[in-house]
Nanobody, 124 residues
Framework: QVHLVESGGGSVQAGGSLRLSCAAS????????MGWFRQVPGKEREWVAS??????TRYVDSVKGRFTISQDNDYTVYLQMNSLTPEDTAMYYC???????????????????WGQGTQVTVSS
C-alpha cells in the first residue's frame, strides 16, 4: 500500500507562486507514475499534471507554461505553480498509480492511491 502526504498549499495573490510537495511511502516499488489533481466543490476531480518514472511529464492545457511537475529519487513529487490565477483555486491532491503515464488526460479512477489534499487559494 502506498501512503501519500501533501504539503505546501496556502493563500496567494494572483500572479504569485506556490510549491506543493507530495511524499510517498510504503510500497513505492509499485509506483510508476505520480500526478497532481485538483477539485473544487461540486465538480469532478481534475487531472493537472503527471510524471512517470524516468521523467516524462504531461500537463493539462490550462497549466502548461505555468506549472512544473518534478520528482526526487525518493518518490517525493513537487508541483511548482507560477502565475497563479483565481481559477487555480482548489483542493490539490497527489495521486499514484502502478502504470506509466503517457496519455494527455486522466480521470480519478486512473490512480489508485491518494493523499489527503492541500488547499490552494488564489485571490484577485
Amino acid at each position: 500500500q502506498v501512503h501519500l502526504v501533501e504539503s505546501g498549499g496556502g493563500s496567494v495573490q494572483a500572479g504569485g507562486s506556490l510549491r506543493l510537495s507530495c511524499a510517498a511511502s510504503g510500497s513505492t516499488y509499485s509506483v510508476n507514475c505520480m500526478g497532481w489533481f485538483r477539485q473544487v466543490p461540486g465538480k469532478e476531480r481534475e487531472w493537472v499534471a503527471s510524471i512517470t518514472n524516468g521523467g516524462s511529464t504531461r500537463y493539462v492545457d490550462s497549466v502548461k507554461g505555468r506549472f512544473t511537475i518534478s520528482q526526487d529519487n525518493d518518490y517525493t513529487v513537487y508541483l511548482q505553480m507560477n502565475s497563479l490565477t483565481p481559477e487555480d483555486t482548489a483542493m490539490y491532491y497527489c495521486g499514484a498509480r502502478r502504470f506509466y503515464c503517457y496519455n494527455d488526460r486522466y480521470s480519478r479512477s486512473d490512480f489508485g492511491a491518494w493523499g489527503q489534499g492541500t488547499q490552494v487559494t488564489v485571490s484577485s
